[in-house]
Structures are given as C-alpha cells and as structure tokens.
C-alpha cells in the first residue's frame, strides 16, 4: 500500500527540465540533489507498478518509462500495460503522474504503431461501446480526450460526453482524426489517494472490459 503524497507531485513543479539548461542555472551539487528527489520518487513509482503487474496475470510485464531521456528529466512518469494476447499490439493502459494529477487509461501507442499492424481507425471503433461501458458505472472523475489535447487542460467529463449528444458527436468526429482516450483521475490538492496501487488496478480493471474487445 503506497500513498500518494504532495511531494510526489512537487518534483515536477519546475519550468526546465532540460540537463543541459539546469546546469546553466544551478550548481553540479544542486543538480545532484534535483536528480535523488526525481530518483526516489520513481523509484516508489516503478515499485507501485511492478506490484500491480504481479496482480494481473493475463498481462504482459508492465513496461515503466525510465526517470530521464538521457538529456532531460521526465516531467512526468509513465508505465504501460498490455494483455498477453494484445503484448505486439499499440492500445494499452497508460498510468500517469505529473504536476496535476494521477491517471489510469485506456489509449493507442502512435510511436512505432506502423510496425505493430493496426491502425488508430480500428482502435476507434471502440468509441460506439463507451456508452454501453458505461452503463452503471461511476463515471465521476472520469474524462476522455484526443492525442491532440494538451497534457495538462481540462479534458471533456465523461458524464458530459453521455449526456450530451451534441457534444458526443463533437468528440467523436475530432477524435476519430487521431485516436481517443478514456480515464480516471485523482487529481493533487482535491483526491486523497491512500493506496496508488489500489487506485491504478481498479482503473485498469473497469478499462479492461473496453480493452479486450480489441482482442476480437
């Protein structure tokens, strides 16, 4: 059971992230303190999503984004989860943490997806299943967005885009030009989340109805 503290969020609060900028701006010691507090924070992060992974068994080993690029600091974490059957395959669950917020959600990988053989069209069918998917859910903090939004605006809730059929039709249109996703978030300073690994497999788990149709 991991929680989520503010000084997990707090790492991110900065404007540069770049190696080579921060040594413009700081000392090499400060540089090398910035770099334990990215270090420890991932360091719990990919603990909290190899816990998970051992706890879904029909998935593949969860892939955790490393700390840096080599010439930046990430200014967020990322992992990635796949079913056995769709391990070659560019949908997965993304897990998030940044400045703003945790997410779980369901999303298609566009980097090297022309090697894997499917296409974000085919993905995107999945958008006329979202409202019988969410029939009896708890659709609070619950948002979908295109790979055109940016990371940290409001994205559309999820209960709008159910009862707004005008806005329904929006989203779709515009999302079926890239490929959309759909999730659940905690976000800092308004969700208390005592349990990060608790939270994310829940997430996981109510995606998972939506995901293994692309199984077909």
Not at 1 to 26: A, G, H, V
Not at 160 to 178: P, V
């Amino acid at each position: 059971m991991t929680k989520l503290t503010n000084d997990m969020y707090t790492i991110f609060d900065r404007d540069e992230f770049s190696f080579k900028k921060l040594k413009e701006q700081y000392s090499e010691e400060e540089i090398a303190q910035i770099k334990v507090q990215f270090k420890d924070v991932w360091q719990i992060w990919k603990e909290v999503n190899l816990n998970i992974s051992q706890q879904l068994p029909k998935f593949a080993k969860v892939h955790v984004e490393s700390w840096t690029n080599g010439w930046n600091l990430r200014n967020h974490y990322w992992a990635s989860y796949r079913l056995n059957t769709l391990a070659d395959k560019s949908p997965c669950i993304g897990v998030m943490l940044d400045k703003k917020q945790l997410q779980v959600y369901l999303m298609f990988q566009h980097y090297k997806s022309e090697k894997r053989g499917d296409t974000p069209d085919q993905y995107n069918e999945l958008l006329t299943d979202i409202p019988i998917w969410a029939k009896n859910r708890v659709t609070q903090n619950w948002y979908l967005w295109d790979k055109n939004d940016m990371e940290f605006t409001d994205h559309l809730p999820l209960q709008e885009y159910l009862t707004n059929l005008e806005k329904q039709k929006s989203f779709n249109l515009e999302a079926g030009k890239t490929s959309f996703l759909l999730g659940k978030f905690a976000f800092r300073d308004r969700d208390h989340v005592s349990n990060m690994e608790d939270f994310i497999l829940d997430g996981i788990k109510q995606l998972l109805p939506l995901y293994k149709r692309l199984e077909n």
